[in-house]
């Protein structure tokens, strides 16, 4: 025991009378007061929940429940596409052992799943080829967290397709709300955004379904906040693809939870100590609160034509615009000039590919392939192709004339012929852009391309007929038995 | 079309060619290349890999063995106690459902589920009441993560006894060191360090069991390092203790996919777009690389005396002591003076608590607790306990004297008694810390009295008994069933 110091008795009462009495208090505790709370933010997570609880499927505009079909059919078709991915038949017999009782379809496999090992499964397969959806002002891609997670909870309880799309969009506007309020400082982190973000999609979309209150909704974002998935140092790796596959499942598992009334904290996306403070060096929370129902981030979704980087697109458009114009096969080609952004070179500078997954880093492989076939889908990224004499040969004519004054999403391209001809193109914008999108047809032939080892044509065609259709459906989950084999 | 601006032929060709003619490009492109990348950091991931898969259960300490094995005792008590709390209730019924076969048991409850759900909800129940045992230098619970996941785990796989304590051991190393090396920027960030460092302590014990090499480790450790739970805003919500339980579940799912090859960036920790990058304003990787099998963070583990914040431990502690060195039993008390830290009315300041919960953040309750019943378990912080009369009597006559000279460990307490008799306390550590640890009986008081409602008394003794002789064991899930009802 020690001597206690000198306490100052009318202190030590005011303070434990009501805790209130700061006057009677030493002046070295005053030194300790904290000083007054900053005003507190929008109530995001709130606000946000409260729009997903209310929004109406037929409030939805018919430019919005367009794109959202034309989204579902882009998914299905590269979850169908990447589903025997060696990354998948890994993931399968790691978690399968693992799975409740088979209730939810594995696109493109014969195995089925719980909901939750399924969600986690299409979320993998819809990314390994890297062919997904992309919103452009953040490079989410949309689709895999959340259609993974609503389509295998459609398989557990019916759902309409009405309340399916509806489902879907409210996923993408709250993971792109997000993704808008803090990119791009969030990604410059080094956050893989759709996994960091998707996760919110998919607790919103899934708990749109289970017909959460708001209070219910609240939580549920909530409990997905702590549950962001995603490095950008996974690019490259098998890791990248878990993670819209994890952020579905735990987007999913958040909406469950919720519904049984477990509790996380309401502002969990802005507060103090939250998502936005832990995740990101700068936040936007209008891009979240503000237009809710009036703007969707939703029609802005588009469908990548090449299963490849972005930055060569430019690129593999003018080759195959200039093949199909003028019959070319590649073997009259003597030399291609790209006039293009630096960023084509820092990012697919790849010279001599080995593989077909470094092919897509290659645009001398990616013009080569686009002149040759006149695409530049997964078939053209197999390690045999990039063997390939001819495919060989006219990647190594291939020249940069590398340029920042170009903008990455423009290109010219000039191919002199064996014959003397000199053939030139401009691409002011992409295929694949907000300006010049991917057509209904080309979505078509690229779900075909995607499907053609997995399911028969007939069978495929369905397939995308179940999408187009999807407001007529009765029962939403069709989509994922049709989609198996 | 439009016509293509002059082309450097030269330029062009040196491109095609090699792509290393860098003096033959036009400046404008010179300017976009990018800067000569810093040294590579230690290869921290895959450093971590080795030791953990090279390191033999037979060269632990005596001193890291013992301290395992309280550090397991001492889970197990606060799994079992917290088994039947509500957010148990609600996690069971939002996710048995899709359980796989019943291959695990969760803690003090009937309940068995595969083994990634049962790792999960041990991981909710064994933080639940925040009575779990603490690495001082983090914050870090190291328990939950690693023992939720491994014991499930033990129960699909036979595991000895020393198998399970050196996973054990390893798993506290893992986390623990990340914890310090990103320590206290991390945690500031808003990040919950248990969960978000939990996860690889989670990935690397669980490994080990599975008998991953060291490629496969060092994907487990980066499928992990996609996957970090938990945020500081959870806490007071149930979301809190999602968070252990989530952290042991991912763990053991990356431990499983590296297993069957599933890929990831072997340097996810300490890379350019990794974990630390994403997750810390600072990282220090000699905390990671140092020193592996000298010195051991699992020593360092201690553990609650009392169900409540730390801040509070050396006011009880004083409490508690005066009361039994002098027979005290509350009604005679006059007055409480305590001279303490200002964070201990900043954080625990609550003077009128309505609920047990409110309790644990009232300094008041805790030292009337103390004064009258000797301990400050999960027992004195029901709600009845804070509406007792004799409790709210004592709490309004204890009172704080706030002195930013005495270090948050220690305190002085003076009871004043009616009968004019003064009694003073000075603690310098209080009990539970580093200095003056929780001894082997008051662990055990601590998890019969966690028990106490869950499990008969000869069940509960057996149950410490098998912990205590864990490394006897040639079947370490024998644990996990003994502590089921």
Known sequence: MSTLPTVDRRALLGVASALAGAGALPSATLAQTPAPSPPPPAPVTRILARYVVGARADAL????RKEAARTLLNYVGCAVGGSEHEAMDMAIAALGPFSGKAQANVLGRRERFDISTAAFLNGVSSHVFDYDDTHLKTIIHPGGPVISAILALAQRRKVGGPEFLN???LGVETECRIG????????AMGWHITGSAGVFG???????????DEQQMTWALGIAASQSVGLKIQFGSMTKSLHPGRAAQNGLMAALLAQQGFTANEAAIEGKDGWGQALSTRRNWAEVTEGLGERYEAALN???????????HPGIDAAIQLRNENRLTGAEVETVELHANPLVQ????KTDPATGLEGKFSIFHCVAVGLIFGAAGERQFSDAMVRDPRVVDLRT??????DAAVPPEKCDMVVRL????VLTKHIEHALGSLEQPMTDPMLETKFSDLARDVLPDAKARRLMDLCWNVEKLDDAGRIAVAAAV
């Open 202 to 212: 998919a607790a919103a979309a899934c708990g749109k379904l289970l017909g959460l």
């Open 346 to 349: 820092s990012l697919t500078g």
């Open 61 to 64: 505009p018919a430019n919005v």
């Open 418 to 421: 064996k014959d003397g001809r």
């Open 397 to 402: 004519r291939v020249g940069l004339k590398l």
């Open 302 to 312: 588009t469908y990548k034509p090449f299963a490849c980087g972005i930055v060569t």
């Open 180 to 187: 808008n309020a803090v990119y791009p400082e969030h990604y």
């Open 167 to 169: 489902a879907l969009v």
